[in-house]
């Protein structure tokens, strides 16, 4: 797998599309995962119009294997290295009926395990019992979202939309999005 143009495309466009990282076996694997799932927890939202996870990879352990299955860490370790870790997992079903705008914006936060008082870390939040705070621009700028869609999707039927070269402008207030 020749990742160079990817790893190009992040750095200058801040985003790159790579398919078939997952066996159609790997997807039915997952699903199936998710759809055996006691859902009565407060990290999972369940209605007509979305089922979400927080804490994806925390509350179902068993789709961690095959969600980091060897083209994945290939993927990270070749275009990222090493030294990267998860800061937040998130599960989204969103049915083609329920979509719903939401305005352009940037993933400012991480999650963590404590909420500890450092300079530069701030402002903090809580959703699901979960601690979550804004990092200094030096760290965002060091966190990728790994966005895995286990539907078919393109960019015409895809949920989110990327602005090109928005990584490299630092942060900005939803108000302020031109």
């Given amino acids: 797998m020749n990742l160079q143009n990817h ?3 992040i750095t200058e466009n801040g985003f790159t599309v790579i398919n ?6 790997e997807i039915e694997r997952i699903s199936e995962a998710i759809q055996n799932i006691d859902t009565s927890k407060d990290t999972f939202r369940k209605s007509e119009d979305l089922f979400a996870i927080r804490q994806f990879l925390k509350e179902i352990p ?18 990222f290295g090493e030294n990267y870790f998860v800061v937040k997992s998130i599960y989204f079903d ?43 621009l030096n760290i965002l700028e060091n966190v990728f979202t790994i966005r895995i869609h286990l539907d ?27």
């Avoid at 068993?62 to 275009?79: G, S, Y």
């Fill in 62 to 79: 068993e789709v961690k294997d095959l969600i980091f299955n060897k083209n994945l860490k290939t993927i990270i370790r070749e275009i």
């Fill in 94 to 136: 969103k049915p083609e009926k329920s979509n719903w705008y939401v305005a352009y914006h940037q993933d400012l936060t991480i999650s963590v395990d404590k909420k500890i008082e450092l300079e530069n870390f701030g402002p903090w939040t809580t959703k699901q019992n979960q601690f979550a705070v804004q990092p200094p």
């Fill in 7 to 9: 790893k190009n495309s």
């Fill in 152 to 178: 078919d999707t393109d960019e015409n039927n895809g949920a989110l939309k990327v602005v090109s070269t928005s990584h490299s402008k630092g942060i900005y207030r939803p108000q302020t999005i031109d």
């Fill in 20 to 25: 078939n990282i997952f066996s159609d076996e």
